[in-house]
């Protein structure tokens, strides 16, 4: 029975592992598109505003060298 | 599930040429990939891919705006705020063949009214990729965006914009923007994940 113990251990322990290391590869994954990602269909809206402001000349090419 | 994952890249779209200038000058395209914060997700295949099209009718000059890149700042007294505030001029000079707009503190505060979600995000660099926008408009792939707001210290934001900027002058004539931020962001966490693993202090990324 010990043996028995010691593989569960062992197959419980392995299984622990790797789904640490799934949810660590995911999480990491979500902090970096927190911070940096692509812009598609959900940005749409905000996208076609910007653009919006740059075709009616609300919103002009910065020619500054220095943000004010 | 955060978009942009794995799983919901869009047929079709790795393959499809954003626009007829795939062949990037050799000295300007990295030979290999680096691994530093961020860099991963931003970087670097080389576009000179064979097949991709190369006809004079759809090259462009490499001074013809392929972005446009956008600033909204409310001005937080954050790392993110004074690392921009203190490179701009030299985003600027990097990226002079691609018109940027700062929307100024009242059009920001404004922006994030209406989009509070957002707010402490900031500063956010979005940058709307012409081509893309020529091919599908706003449905589809059309961009990325930098939240330089949620890095915590004066280096992690140095070091994203410092990528960030390296990302737009690599890919001015990219072919497969999306493919390759979308590799670049899995590299990066399985990266992480095994750098764990084997031991190592892992790399902050936002903290």
């Known amino acids: 029975m010990p043996e028995r113990w010691s ?30 990602d692509v812009l598609d269909a959900e940005d749409a809206a905000v996208t076609a505003r910007l653009e919006d402001m740059v075709a009616s000349g609300e919103l002009q090419p910065y020619t500054g060298a220095t943000l004010a | 599930m955060p978009r942009g994952s794995g799983s919901s890249r869009r047929p079709g779209a790795e393959a499809r040429p954003r626009r007829g200038t795939a062949r990037s000058p050799p000295t300007e395209a990295p ?30 000059s490499p001074s013809t705006p392929r972005f446009r890149i956008y600033i909204v700042d409310t001005g937080w007294d954050s790392p993110g705020h004074k690392v921009l505030q ?16 700062v929307l100024g503190r009242e059009k920001s505060i404004e922006y994030l009214r209406h989009h509070e979600e957002r707010i402490g995000h900031d500063p956010i660099i979005a940058v ?7 091919d599908t408009g706003t449905t589809d792939f059309h961009g990325f ?55 190592h202090e892992a790399r902050e990324i936002g903290g």
């Open chain 1, 7 to 36: 593989d569960y251990l062992t197959i419980f322990m392995s299984a622990l592992a790797v789904g640490y290391m799934f949810y660590e590869i995911d999480r990491r994954q979500r902090k970096l598109r927190e911070i940096f």
């Open chain 2, 31 to 60: 030979a290999e990939q680096e691994t530093v914060v961020l860099q991963e997700a931003v970087v670097t295949e080389r576009s000179d891919r064979p097949g991709t099209p190369a006809s004079a009718e759809t090259e462009a």
């Open chain 2, 86 to 101: 203190e490179n701009f001029g030299l985003i600027r000079e990097l990226q002079r063949e691609d018109p940027i707009y």
């Open chain 2, 128 to 134: 709307h990729d012409l081509a893309a926008m020529g």
């Open chain 2, 145 to 199: 965006r930098l939240r330089l707001g949620l890095l915590r210290t004066h280096q992690q934001a140095l070091l994203a914009l410092q990528n960030f900027a390296r990302f737009l002058r690599m890919h001015r004539q990219s072919v497969d923007l999306e493919g390759e931020i979308r590799r670049g962001l899995r590299r990066e966490g399985l990266a992480g994940a095994i750098e764990i693993i084997l031991g």
